[in-house]
């Protein structure tokens, strides 16, 4: 089943409304500014193993926890930082995730002096296959698995199935989308 399916059969509402929002107004459109591609990116790896009712529950959190995505910050963070994360019950307290996280700022700052983003880097790189994909990423980032990136390069219009055609959101994120990204 399809996640624009599986909304509709939620119970209750206000688990629905969770999913609708996200659903309608985020997954699958293209993100144009590096520090959210890259808070999308540490979403993505701290679901691994939970639900991503979870993670978007936990969205406000971590954005105030991650100083709101800023790459340039989070690749500063300091032995403190990381403590005090793993003591920030708002968010996913695993290490591994959280060193993901700053070492993963550090790579995206790389790439961006490389390529003037982490945008321009992903345009770069397309079309990949998902296989293609998850080697790039597993060679360039840390913790980031064939679901993690699949699911990511999906949530910002790289990869095919955010949604069904016959979707009613299909047609809104397809006019997003820029042409070469197109299919």
């Not at 609708?20 to 990116?41: A, C, Q, S, T, V």
């Not at 540490?42 to 979870?54: D, F, Y």
Request: net charge positive.
């Amino acid at each position: 089943m399809s996640y624009c399916n599986a909304i509709k059969n939620m119970q209750p509402e206000e688990r629905k409304s969770l999913h609708k929002n996200y659903h309608d107004n985020h997954y699958g459109f293209p993100i144009h500014d590096d520090d959210e591609l890259f808070g999308r990116l540490i979403m993505e790896i701290n679901q691994a193993g939970l639900s991503w009712e979870t993670i978007l529950k936990k969205e406000k959190t971590f954005r105030k926890a991650y100083s709101n995505f800023k790459i340039k910050k989070i690749a500063a963070y300091t032995e403190a930082d990381r403590k005090r994360l793993m003591n920030d019950a708002g968010i996913i307290r695993n290490r591994l995730k959280i060193n993901a996280a700053i070492e993963n700022a550090k790579a995206i700052l790389q790439l961006q002096k490389e390529f003037g983003s982490f945008e321009k880097w992903l345009e770069q790189h397309h079309p990949k296959t998902k296989e293609e994909w998850v080697k790039l990423f597993k060679k360039t980032f840390r913790f980031t698995g064939g679901e993690i990136v699949n699911e990511f390069l999906m949530s910002i219009g790289y990869l095919e199935g955010a949604h069904a055609p016959g979707c009613i959101i299909y047609k809104k994120v397809l006019k997003q989308k820029p042409l070469w990204l197109r299919k």
